[in-house]
């Protein structure tokens, strides 16, 4: 669209909106539009939640969560057990597992998972951090709970070696049909990942 | 997600976010984190782009147009033909048409279409502006291009009504088989429509 339909600020708006995950280009145009018309309960809103976040939302030193405070609200919480580390590749998998609020521990988010290809090793993510968590004592279990992907096995691999001089359980979540799940509709390895680690009735 | 995960600035923007079109709770999330991750690149641009919409948006009082200036840049346009007025029900629909390109003629904007059973009726639409602007004497063509739903065409009719005491030719956009469709996706009303209006090759 050129500039000579809408003024440069909305065509500005509309580019950057088409640049956040899930919004293309029409969409973005759409969200733009929804924006303008509710100008002053969501458009101002949201500009002032951003703003405050740029200001204030940082990155927590020793586990890698976002919040407003570092650290983090989650490493403050003298309720969690510490001496548990659940280690995610994202924040976003840090939120699904709290949503989920499967075991109250603590947290260590890599930053990603390694991937050759990608240009991606292990000075990129925050493995050292860890095993220096680890080294300062205190840690009874590692849980790796990165994707079950290539990439998030290579990476539990690598974590698994690096830990190797500790005396620290290390686990890892179990495969096996996801609740409420078909199994006509899964593939092969989770089916026998799934019969491998059969469990009494 | 409780509080005591994320700080509630991050909460806010997750919330203001699903708001969007398109955006749905996950996706908002998915949304938050990149724009916390892109603080500097995209997150702090975009607050600044939506302040100054804010600020600066406007609806053009002559056609229904959001713009930085009312009249709009399309209202103040010399190049534009003022003797043809393309009526649409949305913004959207208007920058649908500037995209393609289409007429190179001004703009009305409706803010919807009649529709009793959502409580929208005349009233609630800019059609009395419209008939104000031919009145206004100038105008030689509208072109009725609302959507082709029933509630579009009983727009149309009602429109139509309104302005039967000006000599104004009213037309509405053909109907017919989309550019690079295939008939045997298509449903039978729009068959017969491309049918009754087939052209001389």
Known sequence: MSDSITGQEIERLIQLLARLPGLGPRSARRAALHLIKKKDVLMAPLADAMVEAVEN????????????SDPCTLCTDHRRDRNTIIVVEDVSDLWALERAAVLNASYHVLGGVLSPLDGVGPEDLTISALVDRVAQGGVKEIVIAVNATVEGQTTAHYITDQLEDFTVSISRLAHGVPVGGE???????????????????
């Open 57 to 68: 939302v940082v990155t927590c030193s020793t586990c890698g969560n976002v919040d407003t």
């Open 183 to 201: 199994l006509d509709y899964l593939d092969e390895g989770t089916l026998s990942a799934a019969m491998r680690s059969r469990t009494k009735f």
